[in-house]
């Protein structure tokens, strides 16, 4: 049975009904997310079009909303938690100085990744696939080693920058589904902790830069993004640079901007600047996708799911453009903080079994 730990909220069992329908949801996403990989891998068009203008539109307003969902049933996560569902890991604790390094990495590998969708992985379905596999093999390796979610889900997963910023004033706290009790691997633990954001923890230089990076520079870094059109080749060293000018343009302008503000605003507040930068960051990413999905892009085909600008007048846009930043902007900023983590703390593991903390 748990035992209780004064600074937190510990929650209670699953009970095995509902153990099992979150293992049905996560087997079923699981292989949604295989069926994803294959067609990535073998049917390139048709895996392009569910992973880059399927999944990963939907996945920040997810994040937004009810990130715990997507952390329970992440197919990633399911994937890389296996060695510890089964008992095969060595269930080691990464200090705060390691752990820092991993978030400071994630945001890092982030920035890096992502414009390369631009140059290779929107129009290429096995470079993609073969992304993803890199990562499941990473965090499968990672699982062997560390306790429950600390080294991939929120250590080094490149997502998990975003989750974090976004998930900010979620919706509900969902039961957590992977961790059978919690073994306070992760102090803040993401999952667990109330109104969680980037700069919650300020324990090491690395923690206190990767929350100033994912904060300051992801409206910028995204603003930048949807103004680079996909290459369809690479064919020089130039191109290859050219599709992360105008994101790290973006990242360093927001960024100097955010240090600005954060100067003047007084600490208490430092929250709520969190919270408008947020809502800024996804209000800009919705601003240009939800367009380009329906034909409206700034770049003829890029990131177009099904070509509706015959159908849908395009004095549509600008209200959808007000629609989904008001949304967010209400949902992170004005909306008061629920005091909700994204997922309930499992009961906490007896003292004597418990990692000490580092
Ligand atoms: S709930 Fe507990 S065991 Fe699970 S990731 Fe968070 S701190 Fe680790």
Not at 6 to 16: E, M, N, T, V, W
Request: glycine fraction near 6%; include cysteine; charged fraction near 10%.
């Amino acid at each position: 049975m748990s035992t209780t730990h004064a600074p937190f909220k510990s929650g209670i069992d699953l009970s095995p009904k509902s153990r099992a329908a979150w293992r049905v949801a996560q087997s079923g996403v699981w292989l949604v997310g295989a069926a994803i990989l294959t067609c990535l891998l073998f049917f390139p068009p048709v895996g392009l079009i569910l992973f880059w203008n399927i999944l990963i539109p939907v996945a920040p307003a997810l994040f937004v909303v009810a990130v715990g969902v997507w952390r329970n049933v992440c197919p990633l996560a399911t994937t890389n938690l296996l060695p510890r569902t089964f008992g095969l890991s060595q269930k080691k604790k990464l200090t705060a100085i390691q752990l820092g390094k991993l978030n400071l990495i994630a945001v890092i590998l982030l920035f890096a990744l992502v414009p390369l969708r631009h140059a290779i992985f929107n129009n290429n379905g096995p470079a993609t696939g073969l992304l993803i596999i890199t990562m499941a093999m990473i965090g499968i390796g990672m699982g062997f080693v560390y306790e429950w979610k600390s080294a991939w889900c929120s250590g080094l997963c490149p997502v998990h920058p975003v989750e974090k910023l976004y998930g900010g004033n979620t919706f509900a706290a969902i039961p957590n589904a992977h961790c059978l009790e919690c073994q306070n691997c992760v102090v803040p633990c993401p999952d667990s902790t109330p109104n969680i954001h980037p700069i919650s923890s300020k324990k090491t230089l690395y923690h206190q830069l990767s929350g100033l990076l994912i904060v300051g520079g992801l409206p910028g870094f995204i603003w930048g993004w949807f103004h680079v059109p996909d290459e369809s080749s690479v064919s020089s060293f130039r191109t290859l640079l050219s599709v992360y000018q105008l994101p790290l343009v973006g990242l360093v302008a927001s960024s100097v901007v955010y240090i600005i503000v954060s100067m003047m605003v007084p600490a208490k507040y430092e929250q709520k600047l969190i919270s408008v930068f947020a809502a800024a960051g996804v209000s800009c990413y919705y601003w240009y996708r939800i367009p380009a999905l329906i034909g409206y892009g700034k770049f003829a085909d890029d990131g177009l799911l099904y070509n509706l600008s015959n159908l849908i007048p395009v004095w549509i846009i600008p209200i959808i453009h007000l629609a989904t930043t008001a949304f967010f902007f209400y949902f992170l900023v004005f909306r008061k903080p629920n005091n909700q983590s994204w997922v309930v703390r499992p009961p906490f593991a007896a003292k004597e079994k418990m990692h000490p903390l580092v």
